[in-house]
């Protein structure tokens, strides 16, 4: 079970952060990611790391303003900087099975979900 929390309201330029916390099973997992999905358009990466060697990947428009963030095998943070109008959305939190290190911001490759926080920027 993923569970998200930490969104909220901020202005432009502003910073959040969320979080995800992980019970259950977490150790039949290669991948772990934040997905963001806005009104009207499809569920994107934005960052993601391969628990086996840590490789990252972030989405290009949140490169040098995020930062995605592993503590042990229960925690994951996305800390959120410089955020834009256009970062607003619906933040999700992903575990997944089927994902490589060149498919990280693949949301098909993630089979475990959070509810998900949102993010409003103005």
């Known amino acids: 079970q993923l569970v998200e929390s930490g969104g909220g309201s901020v202005q432009a330029g502003g910073s959040l952060n969320v979080s995800c916390a992980a019970s259950?099973?977490?150790?039949?997992?290669?991948?772990m990611g934040w997905f963001c999905q806005a009104p009207g358009k499809e569920r994107e990466g934005v960052a993601a790391?391969?628990?086996?060697?840590?490789?990252q990947f972030y989405a290009d428009s949140v490169k040098g303003r995020f930062t995605i963030v592993q503590e042990g095998v229960n925690m994951m943070y996305l800390q959120m900087n410089n955020l834009k109008l256009e970062d607003a959305a619906m933040y999700y939190c992903?575990?997944?099975?089927?994902?490589?290190?060149?498919?990280?911001?693949?949301?098909?490759?993630?089979?475990?979900w959070g509810q998900g926080t949102q993010v409003t920027v103005s």
């Open positions: 992903a575990a997944g099975l089927l994902c490589t290190k060149s498919t990280l911001g693949v949301p098909g490759r993630y089979n475990n």
């Open positions: 790391f391969y628990i086996g060697d840590g490789t």
């Open positions: 259950g099973d977490t150790y039949s997992t290669y991948c």
